[in-house]
């Protein structure tokens, strides 16, 4: 029996982790931690059906009313506030965490030496320097939930030299939901629009992104950090179908793809079950309805945020993780309302101008980066708000 912790357990990526779970075999999985930030009756219905050991609550009040709660229902769970607790008594912790938050669950897991299934992709962006030296850590492994990285991920077990035999890693992108549009055009969009993505069912921030294609310039990034490709081997294809996940390309001249419904349960189980393949199906082809695959090159005069995502890449170091805390601020600031979608990439860029190029070294850096980012994005906000 597999013990599975999800981190953001009422997230988007969690809800999904504990269908697999259901779905899968009595026995197969248990569910020995369950984490949120602050929302309590999801978690608290999740903990009555899953009965977890742990129940993580990272805000003060809301914990306070999940540990009343439970203490009348399910006096054995323990409630906690701490997240670094999941790993010590999970074999494969899920991090669903949305944002820079979940860089704690990130480092957690990987000294714990347990397997990381990573669908958090900031705390990997922002802190790729300092993360890297602990996958090397003895029974510490990251499995990326990511369909994209996933893929890839599938695609390089053909290959028995990847780094002799790897030319490119193609990842593709839907182009969301206004792919195909001017920037003219895209002025005066809505945020309701910006949340209308035509393949995907995901969280609004990770919509949002797919929006202006920041999702796809972030995941670029997450592929040098997970596959150690340098930014002239990762390549961006928008494919609208979002049935080939991403490809690799070998010298040879063979391209391998994974193909599937989009149906992020299918990544999920093979998180948990790498490096075996689940045996519960999500997202098989049905091949008598899909009859055809398209695929064209990224518009990356309209959508900026793409090459904003390569430059901070390249730069290395804290950029990455600057490029990530200001784009969470632009991104916030449009669902609030407060600025338009057309504004998102004018702030990431006006915020990059400040980056200090420090190298980071520990943790407390990426802190201090993701911190000092993200006053100069709020700063940048307000003026473009005024303006
Ligand atoms: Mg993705």
Redesign the pocket.
Known sequence: MKRVAIAGSTGSIGKQTLEVISASKLGDYEVVAISANASVAEIIAQARIFKPKLVVITDESARINVARELLITDPKIEVSGDSAQMSDIADVVVNGVVGFAGLSVTIATLKAGKRLALAN?ESLIAAGPVVAPLRKIAGAEIVPV????CAIHQCLRSSDNSSREVAKLLLTASGGPFRGRTRKSLENVTIKDALKHPTWSMGPKITVDSSTLM?KGL?VIEAHELFGLDYASIDVVVHPQSIVHSMVEFRDGATIAQLSLPDMRLPIAYALEYPQRSTVGFGAIDWTKLSRLDFELPDRDTFRCLDLAYAAGRVGGTAPAWLSAANEIAVEAFLAGAVQWSQIPTIIEATMQHHDGLMPIEVEDILEADKVARRWARDIVRKEVVS
């Open positions: 992709k990511d369909s994209e990285h999702n995941e």
